[in-house]
């Protein structure tokens, strides 16, 4: 449906733009309808709710401070005109890389691939859980309302009064508009005109800024309630996680295969690197990160079964092969040919992998190991074992403890990184991991903030954390895209606008432009949409 010939509809979609008086208004997407009584909108694919209770707090609050909020909004202006040009620029040089017209500038694709696009496609790529959705859905009302606050303000600060505000539902993507009068507009000069159309890419940069230093001073913020940067707790574990039953929520994950973890990037960090050594290695390989196991139990161990010319053991034991205490290589390779020569049956072992973890470890792959003058911790009476790995298969130890446990005395302790032979401790224990390691560390729920007193606030940290950082990438794709030169965004009026600005430039010439970079700036953003979507479903 048309729109009202007095009200201006400002949101993400359509934005109307000066026409000479007697023109038939402007059509939008949304369907609106014309009512003085500011009825709602419900149909299949669109629903909305509309108020004016904002209408005079907003009018009051930009007339009382216009001074400031013009400056404001006149900073907003140049910024955006910048975005508008920069974000131009980068679209058409994406789309000479798409037709391989050139290679692409290295550190632009840096930023685009570690950025929003990078953000996406990792959430897209593994899975979406309802939470996520709900963290979207939450972070883009709370964007797009941003982005209509910086309109009304604008507005408001030139004396153009608000009709209404109102919330939508467009199919299943929520957003926020705001309508004032259209009359009101054709009499303010241009340069108003272009403070309130930039406003709402100006108030999404301001608040992205505004998110990222929140997220950088959160614990700081959280200080007196929670500790941060100790280490990882466990907030949840999927039932289909293949550490559902060895972890727990508020566990503390200490040790990943010997390496100190306190932050969610040294945990990525780690298993990638655990994985990268992996899959480098086509055939069976070992490490330099042994256990000192008894001889006593090496007698006692499991023979290895030769299958297809490969050691093999039975039921769920793990294949162990002796190694030197000296310093050698980290990661030896064996190759096919090279496995009946180097892994000889009288130093081949059968145990399970459970059954040397309390043992002391051996071997220079293990980072802060304190080795003695021989370089060996294992005495006479033990020698070195490391795990021999499959192909792609990984061989992990974790360690945790449960300082929040019942059974643990003293909250917060680690005495779970020292175990004694023959049971665990009651305030942690270790375990091995053998299999995929990114499936792994997805499949668990991670926070890097622990709770002084009561576990049952442990979410709140990561609760804040995870809004702010999705609230981070919509506000900045809601700027970035109303800075493109696109039919039914920001960039169509501003740049409408901007053109008028030219007195060179006669009305055809004007139109032509204009019909021109829109109809161009369409089909580019729509192919560049395109490629992003089949790269992330691929």
Known sequence: MALAEANLQLHPGRRPIRRPSGATPSRTLLPLRRSPHLSNSISCWYCDFKTSVFNDPLFHFGRKHFRWLRVWFSVGMGFSLTTLIGVTVIMLLESAKALNLYNGIPWLNNILDGSILGFYSSVFKYSISVADIGYMCVSSIISVSVHELGHALAATSEGIPIEYTALFLAVLFPGALVAFNHDSLQIIPRASTLRIYCAGIWHNAAFCVICALTVFLLPFILYPLYSHGESLMVLGVSTESPLYGYLSPGYLITKLDGNRVRTSKDWMETVYLLDKQIFQKTNHY??????????????????????????????????????????????????????????????????????????????????????????????????????????????????????YSSDCTQAGNEIGLSYNKSEESKCGGSFVFIGDMISMSRSIWLTEYQPRWSYGFAYFPDLVEKLLVNSFHVSLMLALLNSLPVYYLDGESILEVALCCFGSLTPTIRDVVLRSSLLAGTLICCLLFLRILMSVIS
């Open 286 to 403: 070992i490490s330099n990160k042994g256990y000192c196991v008894p001889n006593l139990a090496i007698a006692e161990s499991k023979n290895a079964e030769i299958v297809d010319n490969r050691f093999k053991c039975p039921n769920d034991l793990t294949l162990f092969t002796t190694i030197s205490s000296v310093d050698s290589t980290t990661v030896n390779d064996i190759s096919s040919k090279e496995t009946d020569h180097q892994l000889m049956m009288e130093n081949v072992y059968c145990f399970p992998a459970k059954g040397v973890l309390g043992e002391k470890k051996c071997g220079n792959g293990w980072s802060n190991v304190v080795k003695n003058d021989t370089s060996c911790l294992c005495t006479e009476d033990e020698s070195c074992l490391t795990p021999v790995h499959m192909p792609g298969v990984s061989w992990v130890e974790i360690t945790f403890s449960r300082p």
